[in-house]
T-cell receptor, first 113, second 114 residues
Framework: DTAVSQTPKYLVTQMGNDKSIKCEQN?????MYWYKQDSKKFLKIMFS???????INETVPNRFSPKSPDKAHLNLHINSLELGDSAVYFC????????????FGQGTRLTVV | AQSVSQHNHHVILSEAASLELGCNYS??????LFWYVQYPGQHLQLLLK??????LVKGIKGFEAEFIKSKFSFNLRKPSVQWSDTAEYFC????????????FGQGTELSVKP
């Protein structure tokens, strides 16, 4: 009964490759997010979708492209991976953007070699 | 710029010691405040939250936090820590009308010695 699930949990890939991370939530939330946690464990938002519409796009390279086929799914596609993309990527969801908390997935540890 | 600052990078305590982790944010308007915990290798879990009302909020596992608006602070406390509290603790702020994004502090690593 996982609320926010991400796949894969671990991803090791070479520089220059293209990869995707998938996220699904079964909480009925209408807002989903991608956060990046760097090697110092600092968490920063990348994107947010509300009802399949992009509402937050922080200063993230164009190589990162989120896609939300429906409000229960938010995938992250990364082109031309670079060493600096190595991080843990967390998907999260919340009910609307108001007075609610976010629920996080278990994270995807991406290692670019 | 809006930011969240956690005072301690790494805290080491013995079991049964009391804990207080500091958190300050820089924003003068309406905010929601959160503390999340990340156990080793796991995802973030909500410890407690403040939206409005009583500034002293109680969370899971005996944690509590106090919102002091005049000080822009939301410090986390626990009277007696356990070895199982060893984890990374994150303070986060959600600013009204900014799309629901959380602004996180840099985290505090808590190590509890048995």
């Amino acid at each position: 009964d996982t609320a926010v699930s991400q796949t894969p949990k671990y991803l090791v890939t070479q520089m220059g490759n293209d990869k995707s991370i998938k996220c699904e939530q079964n909480l009925g939330h209408d807002t989903m997010y991608w956060y990046k946690q760097d090697s110092k464990k600092f968490l920063k938002i990348m994107f947010s979708y509300n009802n399949k519409e992009l509402i937050i796009n922080e200063t993230v390279p164009n190589r990162f492209s989120p896609k939300s086929p429906d409000k229960a799914h938010l995938n992250l596609h990364i082109n031309s991976l670079e060493l600096g993309d190595s991080a843990v990527y967390f998907c999260a969801s919340s009910q609307a953007t108001g007075t609610t908390e976010a629920f996080f997935g278990q994270g995807t540890r991406l290692t670019v070699v | 710029a809006q930011s969240v600052s956690q005072h301690n990078h790494h805290v080491i305590l013995s079991e049964a010691a009391s804990l207080e982790l500091g958190c300050n944010y820089s924003y003068g308007g309406t905010v929601n405040l959160f503390w999340y915990v990340q156990y080793p290798g796991q995802h973030l879990q909500l410890l407690l939250k403040y939206f409005s009302g009583d500034p002293l909020v109680k969370g899971i596992k005996g944690f509590e936090a106090e919102f002091i608006k005049s000080k822009f602070s939301f410090n986390l406390r626990k009277p007696s820590v356990q070895w199982s509290d060893t984890a990374e603790y994150f303070c986060a702020v959600k600013i009204y009308n900014q799309g629901g994004k959380l602004i996180f502090g840099q985290g505090t690593e808590l190590s509890v010695k048995p």
